[in-house]
C-alpha cells in the first residue's frame, strides 16, 4: 500500500500530498467538537490538521485489529518505536496478543 513504509515526518507529508493530488481521492477536512469521534479504516490516507491553539490536543486513540492480526517486520524506525512501545513482547509472524493488545473475543 502506497505510503506504508514512510516515517511520519514533514517529509513525508509532502510526498503523500504529491501523491493524493494526482489522484480523484476524496479530500474531507472537518473540524471536530469536543467529544466528537471519528470512525474509519486505518488503511485509508487520515491525518490531523495543526493545531493552532496555545493548548496540547488531548486524543484518545482505540485500533480494532482482527483476531489474527500477526505482527510485520518494521519498516522503518518509527515503526520500531511503536512496535516497543505498543506491542511489548508481541514477536514478528506472529499474532500480536501482548498486554496492551489483547484479543479481547473469540467464537
Same mark, same amino acid.
Given at each position: 500500500?502506497?505510503?506504508?513504509?514512510?516515517?511520519?515526518?514533514?517529509?513525508?507529508?509532502?510526498?503523500? %500530498?504529491?501523491?493524493?493530488?494526482?489522484?480523484?481521492?476524496?479530500? +474531507?477536512?472537518? !473540524?471536530?467538537?469536543? *467529544?466528537?469521534?471519528? $470512525?474509519?479504516? *486505518?488503511?485509508? $490516507?487520515?491525518?490531523? *490538521?495543526?493545531?493552532?491553539?496555545?493548548?496540547?490536543?488531548? +486524543?484518545?486513540?482505540?485500533?480494532?485489529?482482527?483476531?489474527?492480526?500477526?505482527?510485520?517486520?518494521?519498516?522503518? %524506525?518509527? %515503526?520500531?518505536?511503536?512496535?516497543?512501545?505498543?506491542?511489548?513482547? !508481541?514477536?514478528?509472524?506472529?499474532?500480536?496478543?501482548?498486554?496492551?493488545?489483547? +484479543?479481547? $473475543?473469540?467464537?
Amino acid at each position: 500500500m502506497e505510503g506504508r513504509n514512510l516515517e511520519i515526518s514533514d517529509e513525508s507529508e509532502e510526498l503523500m %500530498q504529491q501523491k493524493l493530488r494526482v489522484t480523484d481521492f476524496t479530500h +474531507v477536512i472537518e !473540524a471536530f467538537d469536543a *467529544g466528537e469521534i471519528s $470512525f474509519h479504516s *486505518g488503511w485509508i $490516507f487520515h491525518r490531523a *490538521g495543526a493545531n493552532t491553539t496555545s493548548q496540547m490536543r488531548k +486524543v484518545m486513540t482505540i485500533i480494532y485489529m482482527d483476531r489474527d492480526m500477526r505482527l510485520k517486520s518494521p519498516d522503518n %524506525q518509527n %515503526q520500531i518505536n511503536d512496535w516497543n512501545t505498543w506491542c511489548p513482547g !508481541a514477536t514478528i509472524g506472529e499474532v500480536t496478543n501482548s498486554p496492551l493488545n489483547p +484479543v479481547l $473475543f473469540e467464537y
